[in-house]
T-cell receptor, first 118, second 108 residues
Framework: GAVVSQHPSRVICKSGTSVKIECRSL??????MFWYRQFPKQSLMLMAT?????????EQGVEKDKFLINHASLTLSTLTVTSAHPEDSSFYIC??????????????FGPGTRLTVL | SQQGEEDPQALSIQEGENATMNCSYK?????LQWYRQNSGRGLVHLIL?????REKHSGRLRVTLDTSKKSSSLLITASRAADTASYFC????????FGAGTRLTVKP
């Protein structure tokens, strides 16, 4: 399966700053990547679908201007949390699905990024 | 939005016992997947069962799927302390949606 990395693994920032999280596919060309957010002891909530070379598709309730996604190449997608606030503190995870839109199969997940906003 | 619901939310058993977790979903699916997550880590894919399959095995894992009831179960046999983790089901197809998860604790 695909090997997925995320950077950084942990980040602590002050309220009002922006934080960029990278998701890299090390051995797989990913036209699609998913970004999830997970609060403690809760499930993964899909935030957006990142599409290489085009705009991301955001889930209902996710602010596209706050969570900027750039999928500039087949191996890299970035999520930027702009003007972060304490309520944005969470575990952010990216994944690469196999299959294609309309028929997704298993996903390969990155190790996650723990964001803490003070 | 959430798709599936796992049952139970938490399960505590002794090493050697079997653990059964259930998952229900709402929409039609192409497949259903089970994942494992150790605390504070990413998810690891365990097994995928397609909508035209009823049962699938992988090592100590056994997954069943009942599309008429929109439900699936994951059975871990002869559990080990290392199986302690959270287990999630996810529906595949047009969209990927995760259930709330079951936190499994296996006591040595």
């Amino acid at each position: 399966g695909a090997v997925v990395s995320q950077h950084p693994s942990r980040v602590i920032c002050k309220s009002g700053t922006s934080v960029k999280i990278e998701c890299r596919s090390l051995d797989f060309q990913a036209t699609t990547m998913f970004w999830y957010r997970q609060f403690p002891k809760q499930s993964l909530m899909l935030m957006a679908t990142s599409n290489e070379g085009s705009k991301a598709t955001y889930e209902q309730g996710v602010e596209k201007d706050k969570f900027l996604i750039n999928h500039a190449s087949l191996t890299l997608s970035t999520l930027t949390v702009t003007s972060a606030h304490p309520e944005d503190s969470s575990f952010y995870i990216c994944s690469i699905p196999t299959g294609s839109a309309g028929g997704y199969n298993e996903q390969f997940f990155g190790p996650g990024t723990r964001l803490t906003v003070l | 939005s959430q798709q599936g619901e796992e049952d139970p939310q938490a399960l505590s058993i002794q090493e050697g016992e079997n653990a059964t977790m259930n998952c229900s979903y709402k929409t039609s699916i192409n497949n259903l997947q089970w994942y494992r997550q150790n605390s504070g880590r990413g998810l690891v894919h365990l097994i995928l069962i397609r909508s035209n399959e009823r049962e699938k095995h992988s090592g100590r894992l056994r997954v069943t799927l009942d599309t008429s009831k929109k439900s699936s179960s994951l059975l871990i046999t002869a559990s080990r302390a290392a199986d302690t983790a959270s287990y999630f089901c996810a529906t595949g197809g047009e969209n990927m949606r995760f259930g709330a998860g079951t936190r499994l604790t296996v006591k040595p």
